[in-house]
């Protein structure tokens, strides 16, 4: 059986409006707790916790953690130099005004080619 492109587009537009499910059930690995948590333990840290002091609260919560391997699953989290993933490939603005400068306010005037070496 063939659908028509007007089946189709009535299909798409019925998945789209699907609700989300939320499944509040769900277990999640450690790593992945942390990484739904980070925004939150980044907020802990500004306030002066030790990584020791949230691992010990995350314990103590039921998320069983060593210091050392909350660590190593934050530094995951966050990806490359502490940027969330999506901006870790990205220079910051002022980065690539360093590398890539203004074409208009460039000095350099290029010369034609010559026989010398």
Known sequence: MKLTMKQIKS???ELKAM???EDDDKECSNQEAVRLLIKD?????KRGYSIEKIAELLNS???????PTLKSYMQRAKG???LPQAAADTPPPAAAAKFFPDPAKATFVPTPDTEEI
Do not use: C, T
């Not at 333990?41 to 840290?45: D, G, S």
């Not at 919560?61 to 210091?67: F, I, R, S």
């Open 11 to 13: 299909i798409s537009a």
């Open 19 to 21: 609700p989300v499910i």
């Open 41 to 45: 333990i980044a907020v802990l840290q």
């Open 61 to 67: 919560k039921g998320l069983q953690v060593a210091p």
């Open 80 to 82: 490359k130099k502490g």
